[in-house]
């Protein structure tokens, strides 16, 4: 079984930081990609970062200039450092990773539960 588990969400100031973080978990076989999403209340699910596993980084518009994505390869994490948090922002944020996991022989996309940002004063 497959897993991936995100910390570190919570209740930020507007202006301030976090940094997310997601595990994967379980029989791995390749990443091809993990990255972030978000969705906000009445809104759709929109692309806040992404990263292959070759490196290459793709950011949304909404958040680009603001967040940073990078990855763990030895523990099958990856990261998105957040800063100057607008309101707007707020939203659950999901982990995404493109992985082959053991029993299969084609990528898919496996999500997490999500993780609650609150930008508010």
């Known amino acids: 079984q497959v897993q991936l588990v995100e910390s570190g969400g919570g209740l930020v100031q507007p202006g301030g930081s976090l940094r997310l973080s997601c595990v994967a978990s379980g029989t791995i076989v390749r990443f091809y990609a993990m990255g972030w999403y978000r969705q906000a209340p009445g809104k759709q699910r929109e692309l806040v970062a992404t990263?292959?596993?070759?490196?290459?980084?793709n950011y949304g518009d909404s958040m680009k200039g603001r967040v940073t994505i990078f990855r763990d390869s030895a523990e099958n994490t990856v990261y998105l450092q957040m800063n100057s948090l607008k309101p707007e922002d707020t939203a659950v944020y999901y982990c995404n990773a493109q992985m082959v996991v053991g029993g299969t022989t084609s990528e898919s996309d496996y999500w997490g539960q999500g993780t609650q940002v609150t930008v508010s004063s």
């Open positions: 990263r292959t596993i070759g490196g290459t980084t």
